[in-house]
């Protein structure tokens, strides 16, 4: 009759030990009442020097681009490329006029016109030359972008507040200079020009902020200065290809090239290959999106692993992956490759092995390379710059609205990885800055 007691008793005593650690964990404001988890391990011992709450599933935010790298890397290699082949369809005529389309097959290429790749821009310029070479003047016909990708935009577990912004680009089968452009508010123009934006700007004392729903070309933005007609901002935009085609218009009248855009009723069937644009290796795509914590570019490296398929079963293509692996997935949720979603969930002890395999893998340097080292890079710059980990810790970082994640590797000397770690903080109560301060001083604590 005493049993129930008992239990009661100790379960109180657990529940208060497991509060009292917490509260001494990173001793921040409302701890008591913050989900966190973290896992560090030394992979050189194996000695697990913490294991808190490692089993919960958490929100990761951005740290999901680090399975989506390690994904990448296992699955498509280094040297991946995408490949954007562009088409004529139709017969070459008499006078130098080619009666049919230019047809561009997109491939999901998140890479083509970004400003992150400076040195692989020019695929109008590029078009135009290859017209020219075969001495086309006029293409009595239509230009076309090609897109079979389903469940293409913004990815349905986004946040509608997010899609507006840079950041909420969605990715589509053809996407052009990262599916953003820069909007000035009072007079609507945009660079480059989208065309069928709608752009209306309300007045506002709050902050400003955009609307847009998914895949419409109704914008609003609420403006606290809405007459400085030199205040401009970046916006995502609802259909990359259309923007892409207006341009590529533009620069072959420029070139001298002519396009009727009118259905031509070719007299053959003849398909010649013109161009292939070929994107920068998987390897500096995957540095450039974890460095920046890029979301279109995750986005698009995770919809390569299942070309031509669907996004869930190109997220079942990853969470087989790991299970091969012997890596077990069953209580995490996975919508994207970004992280964006807010309903993703992943448990730090699986983030931790993902990790830990990579580095036991042959693919261990080119992987490390991808973590912002603190001091130094990205997202990392200002962590732990004043420490003597500076340039010793490799993370990648995560934050949303009271989600905080870090995930990457304590390096030795020579840059080689010596400890997993793996930091996630949901539902925090104190600022941003204070939990910052809070996990430096716990990796400060356990490494110095």
Known sequence: MFRPIVISILFSLSATFNSLYAQDLLGIEGEEATTIGVYIKDIRTSEVLYDYNSDLALTP???????????????????????????LRGSMQVGNVWRGD???????????????FKSNLGICDSISAALRRLGIKKIDGRL????????????????IEDVPWPYGAGLFGFNYRDNTAILYPLTGETKPFVPALDVSVVESKENNDLVRGVGSDRLTVYARNVKNRKWALEISVPDPAAVFLCRLHAVLKDRGIAVSNKKA??????????????????????????????????????????????????????????????????????????????????????LAD???????????DTYVSFFPRAGYDGTMKSFLAKSPLKGLIALKTGSMN?????????????????????????GFFCSRAQLRRSIEQLLTDTFI
Not at 149 to 157: E, R
Not at 354 to 364: K, R
Request: net charge neutral; proline share 4%; glycine share 6%.
């Open 402 to 426: 009271a989600v905080q994640s870090y995930a990457g590797f304590k390096l030795d000397e020579n840059g080689k990885p010596t400890h997993i770690i793996v930091i996630m903080v949901n």
């Open 61 to 87: 935010a951005s740290v999901m681009k680090a399975v989506t790298a390690a994904t990448a890397l296992c699955k498509l290699g280094e040297n991946f490329r995408f490949s954007t082949p562009v088409e």
């Open 354 to 364: 993902v990790l830990e395999w990579m580095v036991n893998s042959p693919m261990a």
């Open 102 to 116: 230019l047809v561009v097959r997109s491939c999901g290429d998140p890479t083509i016109e970004s400003q992150h």
């Open 265 to 350: 009723d070719a007299v053959s069937s003849t398909v010649r290959s013109l161009y292939i644009h070929r994107s920068p290796a998987a390897k500096d795509i995957l540095t450039s999106l974890m460095f920046r914590s890029d979301n279109l570019f995750a986005e698009g490296i995770l919809r390569a692993l299942a070309p031509d398929d669907t996004r869930k079963n190109a997220v079942k293509c990853e969470t087989q992956l790991w299970g091969d692996r012997g890596l077990t997935s069953r209580c995490n949720l996975i919508f994207d490759g970004s992280g964006l979603s807010r309903g993703n969930r992943l448990q730090p002890r699986f």
């Open 144 to 159: 076309i972008v090609e897109q079979n990708m389903s469940d293409a935009g913004p990815v349905a577990q986004w946040e």
